[in-house]
């Protein structure tokens, strides 16, 4: 095409509109991280139950500086989060809005997820570095990445655990009740195997995790609750092999970010006794990037893949398979490691995710 021609295409209107969007993407990238932390000082919280309230109210209320929560609020109101009244300078958050942005609303809290921006983004400087030299980081680069983790499983995989995802697994809690041995293969904080250990005494749980912040956080809360059949062990699995020892393996957005995906999932498989059972959730994208255009929040999985679960593997040495493996992956992968039949599930509770139940044949 001649210059000309070029110049004759170019649709100055189109310009104009996606020179908004991109000040509109910016600005909410702002906002998320007011978000952020409005979920991490607990002011969403407060807010919900005040009635409307001065910053001064709304600050003591809250056991916070005064002067900080004012600029938060100017920045929820003109993020239509929070309602303003000029007239009598008191802000209220609507219980509309505290619905999805509170610890106890009734339609979950996506202020979690708000956390991730200003998480991933503190990585700018390293990512900046892997660009030009391919390498990659470690989890003790991310602040506070097991603890924005757990918030996620808490609402992904422990809250639903026993009516949603348990019931995945045909006769898994009359097994469970009746005591059997279960593995969770990059527990994170342990919430999850922390609520079967108390929900279920007959059975013994044990968690392994690379990181051993997360592992002592684990142990400790095991030991607040005084649960003796659960015991969490720092263990990088890579290579990972005990076979035959468990009956139930599950592992929560705990394999693509691993060092050798396809390794651990043919040593869980392994570590099945025969007639076991894998259970595993990983983000539900596809491999293909052109089937995820409307996946939910596709560019927070890409961009968490491009700062955190990419990098993460590489530093370990590993592929890179990234947040974005695509459950086609998965699939092959878990028929690799030797399972005879796999199931996948989408669960309404959980759109950015896809759960696997695989199992080991009797006679395998
Ligand atoms: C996305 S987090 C999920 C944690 C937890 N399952 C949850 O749902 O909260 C992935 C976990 O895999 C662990 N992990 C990554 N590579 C590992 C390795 N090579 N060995 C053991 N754990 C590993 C990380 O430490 C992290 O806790």
């Not at 059975?203 to 609750?225: K, Q, V």
Request: proline share 4%; glycine share 8%; charged share 20%.
């Amino acid at each position: 095409m001649s210059n000309q021609a070029l110049l004759s295409a170019y649709d100055r209107q189109e310009a104009e509109s996606f020179l908004e969007r991109v000040s509109d993407i910016i600005n909410a990238g702002a906002q998320a991280i007011m978000i952020s932390i409005g979920h991490r000082t607990g002011l969403f919280d407060v807010m919900s139950t005040m009635p409307a309230g001065t910053s001064a109210e709304i600050a003591a209320e809250a056991a916070l500086a005064e002067r900080y929560v004012r600029e938060w609020l100017a920045a929820m109101v003109t993020a239509g989060i929070v309602r303003y009244d000029a007239a009598t300078a008191t802000y209220r958050l609507p219980s509309e809005h505290a619905a999805c942005l509170t610890r106890k609303g009734e339609m979950g809290n996506l202020a979690v997820y708000a956390q991730a921006i200003p998480l991933f983004g503190s990585m700018q400087e390293k990512a900046l570095e892997f660009f030009e030299t391919g390498g990659g980081s470690r989890y003790e680069d991310y602040p506070c990445f097991h603890r924005f983790m757990a918030e996620d499983s808490d609402q992904t995989v422990v809250t639903p655990l026993f009516d949603t995802i348990l019931p995945l697994v045909d006769g898994a809690s009359e097994r469970l009740e009746s005591g059997i041995e279960v593995l969770d293969a990059g527990c994170g904080r342990g919430h999850a195997l922390i609520a079967m250990a108390a929900r279920f005494p007959n059975s013994r749980f044990t968690g392994y995790d690379l990181c051993a912040d997360a592992i002592e956080h684990a142990r400790n809360e095991a030991r607040n609750r005084a649960l003796q059949n659960v015991r969490f062990e720092v263990r990088d699995l890579t290579g990972f092999s005990e076979p035959r020892r468990f009956d139930l393996v599950m592992s929560f957005d705990a394999v693509h970010d691993q060092k050798d995906p396809q390794g651990l999932l043919s040593g869980l498989y392994r570590s099945l006794k025969p007639g076991g059972v894998h259970l595993m959730q990983d983000i539900g994208g596809s491999a293909r990037l052109e089937n995820n255009l409307d996946f939910p929040m596709a560019s927070l999985w890409y961009t968490a893949s491009c700062l955190h679960c990419t990098p993460v593997s590489i530093g370990q040495g590993g592929e890179g398979l990234g947040t974005m493996w695509g459950w086609e992956t998965a699939e092959r992968m878990l028929g690799i490691a030797g399972f005879q039949s796999v199931e996948r599930h989408f669960l309404p509770h959980d759109p950015a995710n896809v759960w696997f139940v695989s199992r080991r044949a009797p006679d395998a």
